[in-house]
């Protein structure tokens, strides 16, 4: 939307923490691999793919990754990032700017083995969401997971949304509204194509790590 406020905030959070973030991929993706090398394929996408660190891991362990993201400052860096990767690794990367709804929209139905999303899903709309995951159900094919992080609903933040990013060095009066999520909040988005595999709460961190997948077609007798 013209009047959408997100994507420079993002911008100005990326242009913020540049340099300063773990160099590494996330302990989030660590946790996904072994869900997306269960995965009919080996194509992925992963929406709000920020600075490019948890794609680079998945290039490097064989993945072919399209990642999609607000911010063309996130853009910006990803590709830097990538272009210091070995060139038969990066060579099956592609990152551009886009909302990621629309982007997967536009995927062809059952072309993806898997979609990752990392601490993105908190600052959509529930239509946005609710579109979104139906539209990840509609492009995986069958026996493809959805790995995806979220902020819970007990974390020490919540009252405090102003220092959760994008917000944190974002623009001064344009805070960016989350939802932090309970249990019911992640089944209710399970249930819109897909069966849940895993949740694991993290309460260390106060985030939940969920794995999904598109249930298979059984086979008639």
């Known amino acids: 939307m013209a009047d959408d406020h997100r994507p420079p905030a993002w911008d100005q ?61 996130a853009v910006r860096i990803a590709r830097q990032f990538l272009a210091t990767l070995a060139p038969d690794v990066s060579a099956r990367g592609h990152v551009e700017v886009g909302e990621a709804g629309a982007y997967v929209a536009g995927l062809p139905e059952g072309s993806l083995s898997g979609v990752v999303g990392l601490v993105l899903y908190e600052t959509f709309s529930d239509p946005e969401r609710t579109g979104l995951f139906r539209g990840i159900a509609r492009a995986l094919r069958p026996g493809g997971v959805h ?40 089944d209710a988005l399970t249930s819109l194509g897909f069966e849940r595999v895993a949740l694991e709460p993290r309460p260390e961190t106060h985030y939940f790590f969920v794995a999904d997948r598109k249930p298979v077609a059984s086979v008639p007798q």
């Open 13 to 73: 959070y990326w242009a913020t923490v540049e340099g300063q973030l773990s160099a590494g991929p996330s302990g989030f993706v660590r946790w996904a691999l072994p869900y997306l090398q269960s995965a009919p394929g080996t194509d992925l996408v992963e929406v709000g793919s920020g600075a490019g660190r948890d794609m680079g891991f998945l290039l490097e362990q064989g993945f072919s990754v399209r990642g999609v993201d607000f911010s063309s400052e």
């Open 147 to 186: 790995l995806w992080c979220v902020r819970d609903d007990a974390h020490p933040l919540r009252e405090k949304v102003a220092m959760v990013p994008p917000n944190q060095g974002g623009p001064s009066g344009r805070v960016v509204e989350h939802t932090f999520f309970a249990r019911s909040h992640c």
